[in-house]
C-alpha cells in the first residue's frame, strides 16, 4: 500500500500497486477503493477487477480448473461485497469464470474426443444442455463441439476487435480462427491457466478499445443537421459523437448533470478536460467543439422545454441489466421519459461489459446516494439542520423507454439484451 | 450617470446643460433628418412621446415619416442595448471608444438607422475616457465582437435574444422615475422575482410615479399620464422583461387611465388612481391568494406527500396553512439551478415546522416516486391550457404523470386569475425568456463579469495596426490563465462554438395539469381562456 500512497487512490495508484504488492494486498486494496469510492466510473472498475483476476491467477500456482474457479469466486464475492452496486465488477468476474470454465470444458472435450467417449452426462450442466442438439456434429471433428459451445462467450469478443461484424459474435458463426487459437488435443492440462490469462488479456484490450468499437458506429446514426441532447461526461457518447463529428456537421445539447458530474461535464464540454483517473491511458480527446460541433450546454431543467427540437438522445450509462433496463446518472430517466414524450429516440452507447446478467426487481436497491452537500452546501447551515436532502447518483430507467442500445458488438433492441447476455455469461456463473 | 431628477417634468429640460444621456437621447430621435443640430436641446414643453416631440419641432412630418422615425429610432435604440450589453459587463468600457468614435462623423445626414444608434450610444456612456480611440479599427473590432455575441446565441432561441437586459441604470432617460429606476435594478437581479410579486412591486411603483406626477400644461392627465407611464414600463422591460401579470395589471391599469373623465381635477384623479391600484393589488392578488390558498389547502391530506418545484409564493401559503390547521404532511421540494428559488420555500417551510425534504432537478424521480400530489405555482396559463412556468415544472408534472408505479398523481396548479393569458403556446421556444447565461456559471466562481472583461478589455488596448489579427490572439491569454484556477466554463465567452443556453420558462402540456385553482374557483386547465375572458370584459 505505501506504494499507493504516492499517488491519488484510484486505478492508476491501484494498477501501480498491483505490480509491486503481494495479491493479497492488492485484493485488498481494490476492496477499500471500491468501498470507499475511490475508484468510480465503470471502466476503471473493469479493468481493475480485470487486471485483478489475471495476477490473481498468475498467483495460483495450479492447474486444477476447479480450483481456479474456487479462488476466483471467492475474491469476486469479496470485490462484489464490497460494493454491490458497481455491477461490472461481477460481469467481468463472470467473464473470468466463463473462461476458466471454457478452458477446462476444451480439454474434457479434447479428452473425450480422443479417447472416443460419449458420455454427455458426465461434463457440466450446460454442456449437456447444448449438446443434443447437435449429436451429428459431436462425433465427427473433434475441434467442432468446442467451437459451438465456448467460442460465443470466449472468443466472441475478440473476434470482433479485429472485424467488427456483429454477425460474428451469433454462435451460429464458428468463424475461420477456430482451429488456430488451442489445439485441444495437445497436453490438455498444461495451459488451462495460459489459457485463461490470455483471455484476461483480451478481456482487457477489450475495456481499452470498447469505446473506439462503439463510436465507429457513429456514422451509421447520427446524420446531418441533428440536434442531439446528451448528458453527463460519459467518454463512450463522447468518443460517439467525436467520431460522427469528424464526418459530419450536427448540434449538441449538452444536459450538465448537476450537481453530481456538472464539473466534469463543463470540462468535456469546453474541452478543459483533465484526464481522470480512468482516462489515464488514453490519448487527448479533442473536444467537440474543436471540431466546429456547435455545443450548447444547458442546466438539467431545461431538457423537457427543447427536446420538442432534439432529434435524438444519446445517452451513456452506469450498468444495463438483462432486462433492458440501465442504471445511469441521476436524471437520465427524466430525460429519456421527456424524450419518450416527444417521440424522440433514445440511444443509449453502452460497452458489452457493463452489460450484467441482473434482473432487476427490487429497484431501490440499484440506487445509491451520494453526498448531499452537493445539493445544499454546509454553508447553508441552518437549513441543513431543518431539511432532508436527498442526492440520488444513478436513476433505473425501464427497458420502454430506450429505444436502441449500441455496444460494441453493434446496435440492438434492448428487448434482445437477454441473448446477449446468454452469451456472454455461463449460466452456472450468473449469482455465484 | 446621474438619475434623471424628476419624471414629472420630462421634457421641458430647463437644465442648461443637460447631461450626456438625455442629450444622446434626443440627438438620435432627431438624427434621421437633422442630425447636425444635435447640440440644440429640445425645449419644446410638450411631453409627449419623443418622437413626436421633435418632430414638431423640426417640421411637421406626415405619418409615414413618423413611422419611418419611430423605426430608425428603435433599430437605434436595439443596437444601443446589444452594444451596451456587450460592454455592459465590462462597465462598457469596450463598445464605448468605439462608437465615440463614429459618434464624430455622423455629422453626413446620410446615415440612418445604424449611424444614430451609434451616435447616440458614443457620449452616453463615459466618451471622454477613452473616446479618443483610433477609429476605423475599433469599428470593426465591434462589428467583429458582435458576431462573436452572436455566435453565443443559440440558434433555436435566436428570437429570444432581441432585447438585451440592461446591467446597469445608466442610459435611463430622465423621464424615468427613481422608484422604478429602483424596482428596475431589483428585478434585474432577482431580487424581486416570481410574477405575483413583480406585479404587485410594479403597480407599488406606479402608485409612487402617480403620486409625483403632474400633469404638464395643455395636456390632460387621462390622455399623458399613459405616455409617462409608458416610459417607466419600457424601462422596466428592459431590466427584464415583463411577466404576463405585469403586462395584464399595466393593461387594466392603463384601461382605467383612459376612463378617467378628463374634468376631474388632477388631484381627485391621482387619488382615485391610487386607490384603484390598491384595490387591484388587494382584490386580483392578496385576497386572491387567500381564497386560492383556502381551497388548495383543502386538497391536502393528513400523510400526503406534497412534491414542489421551486418556490412558488402561493404555494409556500397554501402548505403553510394547510399546515396551520393541523394537516400532517410531508414537502418535497425540488430545486434547479440557477436561481434555487426552492431554498427559501423550503427554509420557510421548514422554520415553521413542516417535514421538509430538498433535492435537485436530477432526483425528480425519487422525489414523485413516494409523492401523493404535486403542487405548482405559475408564472402564466395560456389559453391552450398550457402552464407557463419555472423551466422544470415541465419535468415535475411529466414525472408525476409518468411514474413507474404506473399510478398517476394528481398535478394541482395554484394560479391567480391575473397571470390568465390569451396567448397560446405550444411548445416552450416560441416564447419564453433568456436569462444571462453567465448565471449558469458555477456560483464559487467569480462570474464572467470579471472572468469574461478581461478577454474583452484586451480589446481596445491594441487597435494600433492589425485588427483582425489582432483579434484573434486576444483571447487567447485569459484562456490560459482561467483555466487552471476557475470553472472550465469560465471562458466560455471565448470558447468558440461553446454556447450556454439559460431559458426561465417552460411551457408545461395542459395533459398534465389535473387543476388550475384560482379565486374563481377550480377548473380544469381548458377553461382558462374562459375565465380569461370573463375577468377581462369585467
Known amino acids: 500500500m505505501p506504494s499507493s500512497l504516492a499517488l491519488t487512490p484510484g486505478l492508476g495508484s491501484f494498477l501501480k500497486c498491483l505490480k509491486t504488492n503481494p495479491i493479497d494486498t492488492s485484493i485488498e486494496t481494490l476492496i477499500s477503493l471500491l468501498k470507499r469510492r475511490q475508484i468510480r466510473h465503470s471502466r476503471s472498475c473493469a479493468t481493475a477487477t480485470a487486471y ?19 479462488r476466483v469466486q471467492s475474491v469476486g464475492r469479496r470485490l462484489m461485497a464490497a460494493q454491490p452496486r458497481e455491477m461490472v465488477v461481477g460481469n467481468i468476474v463472470r467473464r473470468v469464470l466463463g473462461l476458466i470454465r471454457d478452458e477446462a470444458e476444451d480439454d474434457r472435450d479434447a479428452e473425450f474426443a480422443l479417447s472416443e467417449i460419449g458420455s454427455e452426462s458426465q461434463p457440466q450442466t450446460p454442456r449437456a444442455y447444448d449438446d443434443p442438439a447437435l449429436p451429428l456434429d459431436r462425433d465427427s ?46 497436453g490438455p492440462s498444461k495451459d488451462v491457466r495460459a489459457e485463461v490469462l490470455e483471455g484476461i488479456g483480451e478481456i482487457i484490450d477489450e475495456l481499452g478499445q470498447v469505446d473506439d468499437q462503439i463510436a465507429a458506429y457513429a456514422l451509421d446514426h447520427i446524420h446531418s443537421n441533428e440536434i442531439i441532447l446528451t448528458h453527463t461526461s460519459s467518454t463512450t457518447v463522447q468518443k460517439f459523437l467525436l467520431k460522427a463529428a469528424t464526418k459530419r456537421k450536427f448540434t449538441v445539447i449538452h444536459a450538465e448533470s448537476y450537481p453530481n458530474n456538472h464539473e466534469a461535464t463543463h470540462a468535456t464540454v469546453s474541452g478543459s478536460a483533465s484526464d481522470d483517473d480512468n482516462l489515464g491511458l488514453e490519448a487527448f480527446q479533442k473536444p467537440l467543439i474543436e471540431h466546429g460541433i456547435t455545443v450548447i450546454l444547458i442546466p438539467d431543467s431545461a431538457v423537457f422545454a427543447i427536446m420538442s427540437r432534439v432529434n435524438k438522445v444519446i445517452l451513456g450509462t452506469h450498468s444495463v441489466l438483462a432486462n433492458g433496463g440501465l442504471v445511469a446518472a441521476a436524471g437520465t ?76 458488438i453493434g446496435g440492438h433492441a434492448p428487448s434482445y439484451l437477454y441473448r446477449i447476455v446468454s452469451d456472454h455469461y455461463r449460466k452456472e456463473d450468473i449469482s455465484f | 450617470m446621474t438619475e434623471p431628477s424628476d419624471p414629472a417634468q420630462t421634457a421641458p429640460v430647463s437644465t442648461p446643460a443637460p447631461s450626456a444621456p438625455e442629450q444622446a437621447q434626443t440627438a438620435t430621435e432627431n438624427s434621421p433628418q437633422t442630425l447636425p443640430i444635435r447640440n440644440s436641446k429640445p425645449t419644446q414643453p410638450t411631453e409627449d412621446a419623443p418622437a413626436s416631440t421633435d418632430g414638431a419641432k423640426d417640421k411637421p412630418l406626415s405619418p409615414a415619416e413618423l413611422k419611418k422615425k419611430a423605426k430608425a429610432e428603435k433599430a437605434a435604440r436595439r443596437i444601443r442595448e446589444k452594444l451596451d450589453k456587450e460592454g455592459g459587463a465590462a462597465s462598457s468600457t469596450t463598445p464605448n471608444p468605439g462608437v465615440g468614435a463614429h459618434a464624430r462623423p455622423p455629422t453626413t445626414p446620410k446615415k440612418d438607422a445604424a449611424g444614430p444608434g451609434s451616435a447616440q450610444k458614443g457620449p452616453r456612456a463615459p466618451p471622454p475616457r477613452r473616446g479618443s480611440g483610433p477609429l476605423a479599427q475599433n469599428g470593426s473590432v465591434l462589428v467583429e465582437q458582435k458576431k462573436k455575441k452572436d455566435d453565443k446565441k443559440v440558434a433555436i432561441f435566436g428570437h429570444l435574444y432581441g432585447q438585451q437586459r440592461r446591467v446597469t441604470v445608466a442610459g435611463a432617460t430622465k423621464e424615468v422615475h427613481h422608484a422604478i429606476l429602483a424596482l428596475g435594478m431589483q428585478l434585474m437581479d432577482y431580487t424581486i422575482c416570481g410574477s405575483s410579486a413583480r406585479c404587485v412591486a410594479t403597480l407599488i411603483a406606479f402608485k409612487r410615479v402617480i403620486e409625483s406626477y403632474m400633469t404638464p400644461l395643455g395636456t390632460s392627465l387621462a390622455r399623458h399620464l399613459t405616455t409617462h407611464l409608458s416610459h417607466q414600463i419600457t424601462y422596466l422591460s428592459t431590466c427584464r422583461p415583463l411577466s ?202 467569480p462570474v464572467s463579469l ?72 377550480s377548473l380544469p386547465p381548458s377553461a382558462v381562456p374562459i375565465v380569461h375572458r370573463m375577468v377581462t370584459n369585467l
Not at chain 2, 294 to 313: E, L, M, P, W
Not at chain 2, 488 to 503: D, E, M, R, S
Open chain 2, 450 to 521: 470579471v472572468a469574461s472583461d478581461p478577454a474583452d478589455a484586451y480589446v481596445p488596448p491594441p487597435p494600433e495596426n492589425k485588427k483582425g489579427a489582432n483579434r484573434t490572439p486576444a483571447p487567447e491569454p485569459p484562456v490560459t490563465l482561467h483555466k487552471s484556477t476557475l470553472s472550465p466554463l469560465a471562458n466560455w465567452h471565448n470558447t468558440p462554438h461553446l454556447q450556454l443556453l439559460n431559458i426561465m420558462y417552460d411551457v408545461t402540456p395542459a395533459e398534465y395539469v389535473d387543476m388550475v385553482i384560482t379565486e374563481m374557483g
Open chain 1, 52 to 70: 485483478l483476476l489475471r495476477s490473481v491467477i498468475s498467483a495460483c500456482r495450479t492447474t486444477d480448473s476447479a480450483k481456479l474457479i474456487e
Open chain 1, 141 to 186: 471433428p473433434s475441434i467442432r463441439p468446442d467451437d459451438r459451445s465456448s467460442r460465443p462467450p470466449l472468443t466472441s469478443m475478440f473476434s470482433l476487435l479485429s472485424h467488427p461484424e456483429p454477425e460474428n459474435s451469433l454462435p451460429s458463426t464458428p468463424g475461420s480462427s477456430s482451429p488456430n487459437g488451442r489445439l485441444p488435443g495437445h
Open chain 2, 244 to 445: 404576463i401579470s405585469q403586462g395584464n395589471a399595466i393593461r387594466a391599469l392603463k384601461l382605467f387611465i383612459a376612463g378617467i373623465d378628463p374634468s376631474t381635477p388632477e388631484a381627485s384623479a391621482k387619488i382615485s388612481l391610487c386607490e384603484y391600484i390598491d384595490s387591484f393589488i388587494r382584490e386580483k392578488i392578496t385576497v386572491a391568494d387567500q381564497v386560492i390558498a383556502d381551497s388548495a389547502a383543502q386538497k391536502v391530506q393528513d400523510g400526503d406527500v406534497i412534491v414542489t418545484f421551486a418556490g412558488s409564493s402561493i404555494v409556500k401559503q397554501t402548505l403553510l396553512l394547510a399546515h396551520n390547521q393541523g394537516k400532517r404532511f410531508r414537502v418535497s421540494i425540488i430545486d434547479s439551478r440557477p436561481l434555487f428559488e426552492g431554498k427559501s420555500l423550503a427554509r420557510d417551510l421548514a422554520k415553521c415546522g413542516l417535514d421538509v425534504q430538498y433535492s435537485l432537478v436530477h432526483a425528480i424521480t425519487h422525489a414523485v416516486k413516494d409523492a401523493t400530489k404535486v403542487f405548482l405555482g405559475a408564472h402564466a396559463m395560456t389559453s391552450n391550457g398550457g402552464l407557463y412556468s419555472r423551466v422544470g415544472t415541465a419535468l415535475v408534472a411529466m414525472s408525476a404523470k409518468e411514474r413507474a408505479s404506473g399510478v398517476e398523481i394528481p398535478v394541482i396548479v395554484c394560479c391567480e386569475t391575473i397571470k390568465f393569458t390569451d396567448r397560446v403556446a405550444l411548445d416552450s421556444i416560441v416564447v419564453n425568456e433568456i436569462a444571462d447565461a453567465n448565471e449558469l456559471l458555477p456560483m464559487n466562481t
Open chain 1, 333 to 408: 430517466r427524466v430525460i429519456a421519459r421527456a424524450a419518450k414524450v416527444h417521440q424522440t429516440p433514445v440511444v443509449v452507447v453502452s460497452g458489452v461489459y457493463k452489460l450484467s446478467p441482473v434482473y432487476p426487481f427490487d429497484f431501490d436497491s440499484l440506487i445509491e446516494y451520494g453526498d448531499p452537500s452537493k445539493v445544499l452546501p454546509y454553508e447553508e447551515g441552518d437549513l441543513v439542520d431543518l431539511v432532508d436532502v436527498q442526492n440520488p447518483i444513478y436513476d433505473y430507467v425501464p427497458a420502454e423507454l430506450v429505444d436502441l442500445y449500441i455496444t460494441n
